[in-house]
C-alpha cells in the first residue's frame, strides 16, 4: 500500500471516530489540496452544521462534502426544490447538475443571496436535496472569456477530476529526506523588464513563479533550461504559482506544457481568465505579425485545465512542505503577493509580483501583513531613486482639465490604453467626472479587448476595492454600467461613424500604439487638429508611442488596420501626456510597502527593474532599514537555510 493510501485510511478511521453514528462516510481521496469526503448521508452532514468545519480545523485540511449517487434526488426534482430555498432576489441564471460528483453548479447574478449568512442558504440546498452546491457568479456584462472558460472545465470534468485527484496524491506524498534546505534561482526579470520566472526549491520541492515573456524582445525567454528548472524533465516540478495575468509573467506558461508538464497551475480565479484572453491574444498577435509563436491554442486550454484557482487567504498545501497563500497586491484584478511556508515554519519567503501599495479606485493597496517572513522578493519598477510618480488625484484633475479644453474645441479625445487595468481605472474617473458634472457627458466608446477585459472586471467585484465591490452588487450602481460607455463591436463601419460624429472620448488598445485598432483611430482622426490624443500609461523604448510622444508627426501605419496598405499619416491632432496612473508603486510606495511591512523581512531581492531601478532601491532599504539587500543578476542562486 502506497503511504498515501495508507494516509488516506488513517485519515477515513479518524472521521469515523468523529462523525455521529448516523452518518457513514464511505470514502476519502485527495483532488488537488482538498480533502473530498463521500457519503450516503450528505443530508445529515448539512444538518450538523459545524461538522465539516470542525473537522477541518481537527485534520487541518481543507474538506470539502460529495454525496454517493444513490443518496441523490433527481435532478428534475431537485432543481425545483432548489429554487424554491433560493430566494428569487438572487437571480438565478442557471442549474447544472453533475451525477458524477453530486455537485450542481448554480450561476446567479447575486451569489451572496445564495450562500446566505454563513453558508446558510447552502446547508439548506443539501438538507433538501442532498446535492452538494457551488456557486458561480452571472457576469452583469456579458464575457465570452469567462462563459469560454466554464464551459470548457465543464466538458473536461472527468480530465480534471484525474488530474487533481494525481496534484492531491503528489501533494500528500511522504517526504523523503530530513535535509531541510530552501534556494532561490533568478530564471529572469533580474536587471531588466520582463520575462519574470524564478525557482523556488527545497530538498524536496520545485516551485516555479511566473513564466513571462520579454515584450519587444521576443527571443529572449526565461532561463528555463536549467537543471533545477526544466533541465532534469519538465516533471521534475512540482506546482507552478502565477502571481498575475500580465503577459511579462504568464505568457510563456502554456510553453510549460508543450515541454510535457503534467502538473497544476496555482493562481486566483480573474487570474485564470484573464490569462486566457491574454496568451489567446499574444498568439493572435504573434500571427498578424508574422511571428511562428512558441506554442499554440491547445497548450492555452491545458493551462487553463491545469489551473487550481485560489482565494486571496486562503492557505494551501501544494507540497509536502511548502503551503501558499495569495494576498491582494493591488496592481491589476486577481494579482497576489504570494506567501511561501516552507517546512512547518523553518523559513518563509513573500513574492510581491507586482505591487501597488496605495489605494487606486479599482483596488485596495498591496497587502504587507505576514504571519511570518524571512526573505522579500521584490518588484522594483519604479524603484530609482527620482521615480516618483503625480499623486493620482492630480492626474484626474489634469486629464479631466484636457477633456474639457478639447471639448471646448469640438474635437475628440483619444486615449490609448491597455485593456487590463488602466482602461477600468481611466473610465471610472471619467463616469465619475460625467456623474459630477466636471466634464460634459458624451459618449466614451471602448474598442480592442478593453469591453472584454471590463466584463472580466465584474464578474469577480470581491476582487476590487470595497467601494467599488459595494457598487457593483448593487446593479444599479454599477459604474461599469453606464449609459455613456459604448463597445465599438461591429468593426470598421461603427469606427467610421464615431469618427464622423459629435464630440466624445475613445479608449482603444494597444496601450503603446504598437497594433490593433488605435491604428484606426489615429488614420480616423489623426489629421484633426481640433483632437487630442492623451497618453495615460508607460510609453516604452522603441514604441510608436514613445516616438509621438518624442514629437514624431510623420507616422507609419501600415498594419492591417490600415487595409494592409503602407503609407505614412501627417500627425496633426494635438498630443498630450498625463501621468499618474500606473498600476505599479513608484519609489516612495516600493519603500513604503517594505518600511509598513509586519514582520520586517531580513532579506530583499530587487527584481524587476532595470539596472539603476534595481540598484538604486536595493541601497536605498540598505542604507534606510539596515536590512540585507541584493540586485542579483539573472540566473542566480541564493541559499537562505
Ligand atoms: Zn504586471
Same mark, same amino acid.
Given at each position: 500500500?502506497?503511504?498515501?493510501?495508507?494516509?488516506?485510511?488513517?485519515?477515513?478511521?479518524?472521521?469515523?471516530?468523529?462523525?455521529?453514528?448516523?452518518?457513514?462516510?464511505?470514502?476519502?481521496?485527495?483532488?488537488?489540496?482538498?480533502?473530498?469526503?463521500?457519503?450516503?448521508?450528505?443530508?445529515?452532514?448539512?444538518?450538523?452544521?459545524d461538522l465539516v468545519r470542525n473537522l477541518a480545523s481537527k485534520l487541518r485540511k481543507r474538506i470539502t462534502v460529495r454525496?454517493?449517487?444513490? /443518496?441523490?434526488?433527481?435532478?428534475?426534482? +431537485? !432543481?425545483?426544490? &432548489? #429554487?424554491?430555498?433560493?430566494?428569487?432576489?438572487? @437571480?438565478?441564471?442557471?442549474?447544472?447538475?453533475?451525477?458524477?460528483?453530486?455537485?450542481?453548479?448554480?450561476?446567479?447574478?447575486?451569489?451572496?443571496?445564495?450562500?446566505?449568512?454563513?453558508?446558510?442558504?447552502?446547508?439548506?440546498?443539501?438538507?433538501?436535496?442532498?446535492?452538494?452546491?457551488?456557486?458561480?457568479?452571472?457576469?452583469?456584462?456579458?464575457?465570452?472569456?469567462?462563459?469560454?472558460?466554464?464551459?470548457?472545465?465543464?466538458?473536461?470534468?472527468?480530465?480534471?477530476?484525474?488530474?487533481?485527484?494525481?496534484?492531491?496524491?503528489?501533494?500528500?506524498?511522504?517526504?523523503?529526506?530530513?535535509?531541510?534546505?530552501?534556494?532561490?534561482?533568478?530564471?529572469?526579470?533580474?536587471?531588466?523588464?520582463?520575462? /519574470?520566472?524564478?525557482?523556488?526549491?527545497? +530538498? !524536496?520541492?520545485? &516551485? #516555479?513563479?511566473?513564466?513571462?515573456?520579454?515584450? @519587444?524582445?521576443?527571443?529572449?525567454?526565461?532561463?528555463?533550461?536549467?537543471?533545477?528548472?526544466?533541465?532534469?524533465?519538465?516533471?521534475?516540478?512540482?506546482?507552478?504559482?502565477?502571481?498575475?495575468?500580465?503577459?511579462?509573467?504568464?505568457?510563456?506558461?502554456?510553453?510549460?506544457?508543450?515541454?510535457?508538464?503534467?502538473?497544476?497551475?496555482?493562481?486566483?480565479?480573474?487570474?485564470?481568465?484573464?490569462?486566457?484572453?491574454?496568451?489567446?491574444?499574444?498568439?493572435?498577435?504573434?500571427?498578424?505579425?508574422?511571428?511562428?509563436?512558441?506554442?499554440?491554442?491547445?497548450?492555452?486550454?491545458?493551462?487553463?485545465?491545469?489551473?487550481?484557482?485560489?482565494?486571496?487567504?486562503?492557505?494551501?498545501?501544494?507540497?509536502?512542505?511548502?503551503?501558499?497563500?495569495?494576498?491582494?497586491?493591488?496592481? &491589476? #484584478?486577481?494579482?497576489?503577493?504570494?506567501?511561501?511556508?516552507?517546512?512547518?515554519?523553518?523559513?518563509?519567503?513573500?513574492?510581491?509580483?507586482?505591487?501597488?501599495?496605495?489605494?487606486?479606485?479599482?483596488?485596495?493597496?498591496?497587502?504587507?501583513?505576514?504571519?511570518?517572513?524571512?526573505?522579500?522578493?521584490?518588484?522594483?519598477?519604479?524603484?530609482?531613486?527620482?521615480?516618483?510618480?503625480?499623486?493620482?488625484?492630480?492626474?484626474?484633475?489634469?486629464?479631466?482639465?484636457?477633456?474639457?479644453?478639447?471639448?471646448?474645441?469640438?474635437?475628440?479625445?483619444?486615449?490609448?490604453?491597455?485593456?487590463?487595468?488602466?482602461?477600468?481605472?481611466?473610465?471610472?474617473?471619467?463616469?465619475?467626472?460625467?456623474?459630477?458634472?466636471?466634464?460634459?457627458?458624451?459618449?466614451?466608446?471602448?474598442?480592442?479587448?478593453?469591453?472584454?477585459?471590463?466584463?472580466?472586471?465584474?464578474?469577480?467585484?470581491?476582487?476590487?476595492?470595497?467601494?467599488?465591490?459595494?457598487?457593483?452588487?448593487?446593479?444599479?450602481?454599477?459604474?461599469?454600467?453606464?449609459?455613456?460607455?459604448?463597445?465599438?463591436?461591429?468593426?470598421?463601419?461603427?469606427?467610421?461613424?464615431?469618427?464622423?460624429?459629435?464630440?466624445?472620448?475613445?479608449?482603444?488598445?494597444?496601450?503603446?500604439?504598437?497594433?490593433?485598432?488605435?491604428?484606426?483611430?489615429?488614420?480616423?482622426?489623426?489629421?484633426?487638429?481640433?483632437?487630442?490624443?492623451?497618453?495615460?500609461?508607460?510609453?516604452?523604448?522603441?514604441?510608436?508611442?514613445?516616438?509621438?510622444?518624442?514629437?514624431?508627426?510623420?507616422?507609419?501605419?501600415?498594419?492591417?488596420?490600415?487595409?494592409?496598405?503602407?503609407?505614412?499619416?501627417?500627425?496633426?491632432?494635438?498630443?498630450?501626456?498625463?501621468?499618474?496612473?500606473?498600476?505599479?508603486?513608484?519609489?516612495?510606495?516600493?519603500?513604503?510597502?517594505?518600511?509598513?511591512?509586519?514582520?520586517?523581512?531580513?532579506?530583499?531581492?530587487?527584481?524587476?527593474?532595470?539596472?539603476?531601478?534595481?540598484?538604486?532601491?536595493?541601497?536605498?532599504?540598505?542604507?534606510?532599514?539596515?536590512?540585507?539587500?541584493?540586485?542579483?543578476?539573472?540566473?542566480?542562486?541564493?541559499?537562505?537555510?
Amino acid at each position: 500500500m502506497s503511504s498515501v493510501d495508507k494516509q488516506l485510511d488513517d485519515l477515513k478511521a479518524e472521521i469515523d471516530s468523529e462523525v455521529p453514528a448516523d452518518i457513514t462516510v464511505s470514502d476519502v481521496t485527495y483532488e488537488g489540496p482538498e480533502l473530498v469526503l463521500y457519503t450516503p448521508h450528505p443530508k445529515q452532514f448539512a444538518r450538523n452544521g459545524d461538522l465539516v468545519r470542525n473537522l477541518a480545523s481537527k485534520l487541518r485540511k481543507r474538506i470539502t462534502v460529495r454525496p454517493d449517487p444513490e /443518496a441523490l434526488s433527481a435532478p428534475k426534482a +431537485a !432543481e425545483d426544490e &432548489i #429554487l424554491s430555498v433560493i430566494p428569487e432576489e438572487a @437571480g438565478v441564471t442557471d442549474l447544472d447538475f453533475h451525477q458524477d460528483t453530486g455537485e450542481v453548479v448554480i450561476e446567479a447574478e447575486k451569489p451572496g443571496m445564495v450562500i446566505g449568512r454563513h453558508g446558510s442558504t447552502l446547508r439548506d440546498i443539501t438538507k433538501q436535496v442532498g446535492w452538494t452546491p457551488e456557486v458561480v457568479r452571472t457576469p452583469p456584462i456579458e464575457s465570452s472569456t469567462v462563459s469560454n472558460v466554464r464551459n470548457f472545465l465543464k466538458q473536461e470534468r472527468d480530465d480534471r477530476r484525474d488530474i487533481l485527484e494525481r496534484v492531491g496524491r503528489q501533494i500528500h506524498r511522504e517526504e523523503m529526506g530530513r535535509d531541510q534546505w530552501v534556494r532561490i534561482s533568478t530564471l529572469g526579470c533580474c536587471r531588466e523588464v520582463g520575462r /519574470a520566472s524564478f525557482i523556488l526549491s527545497t +530538498a !524536496e520541492t520545485r &516551485i #516555479l513563479i511566473d513564466c513571462g515573456d520579454k515584450p @519587444g524582445a521576443e527571443g529572449e525567454v526565461p532561463y528555463l533550461q536549467v537543471p533545477e528548472a526544466l533541465g532534469s524533465g519538465a516533471n521534475s516540478i512540482d506546482a507552478v504559482v502565477l502571481t498575475h495575468a500580465h503577459l511579462d509573467h504568464s505568457a510563456l506558461v502554456p510553453l510549460l506544457f508543450k515541454y510535457g508538464y503534467d502538473g497544476p497551475i496555482y493562481c486566483t480565479e480573474p487570474t485564470r481568465d484573464l490569462m486566457g484572453l491574454l496568451q489567446l491574444d499574444y498568439l493572435d498577435v504573434a500571427a498578424k505579425e508574422g511571428r511562428t509563436p512558441p506554442y499554440d491554442s491547445e497548450q492555452v486550454r491545458e493551462t487553463i485545465k491545469h489551473t487550481i484557482p485560489l482565494e486571496y487567504g486562503d492557505v494551501t498545501d501544494i507540497a509536502p512542505d511548502v503551503k501558499i497563500t495569495f494576498h491582494n497586491a493591488g496592481h &491589476i #484584478l486577481g494579482s497576489a503577493v504570494t506567501h511561501f511556508h516552507i517546512g512547518d515554519g523553518m523559513y518563509n519567503v513573500a513574492f510581491s509580483g507586482d505591487i501597488h501599495y496605495q489605494d487606486t479606485r479599482l483596488f485596495n493597496g498591496a497587502v504587507n501583513d505576514f504571519p511570518r517572513v524571512e526573505t522579500l522578493v521584490m518588484e522594483s519598477t519604479y524603484g530609482g531613486r527620482n521615480d516618483y510618480q503625480t499623486d493620482q488625484a492630480d492626474s484626474e484633475e489634469k486629464l479631466i482639465e484636457v477633456i474639457n479644453e478639447t471639448y471646448d474645441k469640438g474635437g475628440k479625445v483619444l486615449i490609448p490604453a491597455f485593456a487590463v487595468g488602466r482602461s477600468q481605472e481611466i473610465m471610472l474617473v471619467l463616469e465619475e467626472a460625467m456623474r459630477t458634472g466636471k466634464i460634459p457627458e458624451m459618449p466614451i466608446h471602448l474598442d480592442g479587448m478593453i469591453w472584454e477585459a471590463t466584463a472580466i472586471h465584474t464578474t469577480y467585484p470581491e476582487y476590487l476595492r470595497d467601494d467599488l465591490r459595494d457598487r457593483i452588487f448593487h446593479d444599479d450602481e454599477n459604474p461599469f454600467l453606464a449609459d455613456q460607455f459604448n463597445h465599438i463591436d461591429a468593426g470598421e463601419d461603427e469606427r467610421q461613424e464615431v469618427a464622423d460624429g459629435d464630440q466624445c472620448v475613445i479608449l482603444s488598445t494597444s496601450g503603446m500604439v504598437t497594433g490593433g485598432p488605435i491604428m484606426s483611430w489615429l488614420r480616423h482622426l489623426g489629421t484633426d487638429p481640433d483632437s487630442r490624443l492623451v497618453f495615460v500609461g508607460y510609453q516604452a523604448q522603441g514604441t510608436l508611442g514613445r516616438r509621438i510622444q518624442n514629437g514624431w508627426d510623420e507616422i507609419p501605419v501600415n498594419d492591417s488596420y490600415g487595409g494592409g496598405r503602407s503609407n505614412t499619416l501627417s500627425l496633426n491632432m494635438d498630443v498630450a501626456t498625463v501621468d499618474g496612473f500606473s498600476g505599479h508603486a513608484d519609489r516612495k510606495g516600493l519603500m513604503d510597502f517594505v518600511k509598513t511591512m509586519n514582520p520586517r523581512p531580513e532579506k530583499v531581492l530587487c527584481v524587476h527593474g532595470d539596472e539603476r531601478s534595481v540598484q538604486d532601491l536595493s541601497s536605498a532599504l540598505y542604507h534606510e532599514f539596515n536590512m540585507r539587500t541584493f540586485a542579483p543578476k539573472n540566473l542566480e542562486t541564493f541559499r537562505f537555510k
